[in-house]
Nanobody, 122 residues
Framework: QVQLVESGGGSVQAGGSLRLSCAAS????????MGWFRQAPGKERECLGD???????TYADPVKCRFTISKDYAKNSLHLKMNNLNAEDTASYYC????????????????WGQGTQVTVSS
């Protein structure tokens, strides 16, 4: 069973930064497309971006200049570095993985972490 475990969430003031981590197996990191999603209360889940097997990344427009997705193969982890956070970034953040990039981006994959909460105060 594929397992993803997020960590690194917490509370931060507007303008601050956080780095989320997603622990995964070496096989997942090397062979799956991986991505980050978030869901705020009362809103639909949105895909923030993804990274392919060659470590090439794509980002959603709202976060393109502020968020960075990367992999740490030494620690078998996926990261999401978030800068210049604002109140609209308050949400539960999830990592996900799939062999199919389009399935991942549409969020129809079955491989999800449990989520980590990010709260940004102004």
């Amino acid at each position: 069973q594929v397992q993803l475990v997020e960590s690194g969430g917490g509370s931060v003031q507007a303008g601050g930064s956080l780095r989320l981590s997603c622990a995964a197996s070496e096989y997942i990191l090397s062979n799956y497309y991986m991505g980050w999603f978030r869901q705020a209360p009362g809103k639909e889940r949105e895909c923030l971006g993804d990274i392919n097997k060659a470590d090439s990344t794509t980002y959603a427009d709202p976060v393109k200049c502020r968020f960075t997705i990367s992999k740490d193969y030494a620690k078998n982890s996926l990261h999401l570095k978030m800068n210049n956070l604002n109140a609209e970034d308050t949400a539960s953040y999830y990592c996900a993985a799939d062999f199919n990039r389009w399935a991942l981006r549409r969020g129809v994959t079955n491989v999800w972490g449990q989520g980590t909460q990010v709260t940004v105060s102004s």
